[in-house]
């Protein structure tokens, strides 16, 4: 191996690599993890819209009764509109594997 003006030894050169395979899986963890929360908040955001359309429809019923009472939805049994903005969040779960994984990575050096 050449000289590039940085003595690094054998081993700080494997723990480097050690460590930057661990930091490229946790990136990918973490960006799987956006994802799956960003497609549940799209979700949530649908469903919200949905709502609020039904809502609206029932407080203005549009003039032609006929189609518009075959194709409407009883609400009642889905979750009620002031409800949806409160939504949490549990990644402690994740949070706890990922902190463990990051813990055991320390571990082995």
């Known amino acids: ?30 960006k799987s993890m ?9 979700q949530l955001l649908v469903e919200e819209l949905q709502l609020k359309s039904r809502e609206l429809d029932h407080q203005y019923p549009s003039s032609s009764a006929g189609p518009a009472m075959k194709t409407s939805i009883k609400t009642e049994s889905l979750v009620p509109s002031d409800e949806i903005n409160q939504q949490e969040l549990n990644l402690n779960i994740q949070h706890t594997k990922l902190m463990k994984s990051l813990e055991e990575s320390e571990e082995d050096e």
């Not at 690599?17 to 990136?27: D, I, N, P």
């Open 34 to 42: 956006i994802d799956k929360i960003n497609n549940h908040l799209n």
């Open 1 to 30: 191996m050449a000289d590039s003006g940085c003595p690094v030894s054998k081993s700080e050169l494997s723990a480097l690599l050690k460590e930057q395979r661990q930091l490229k899986a946790t990136e990918t963890r973490l």
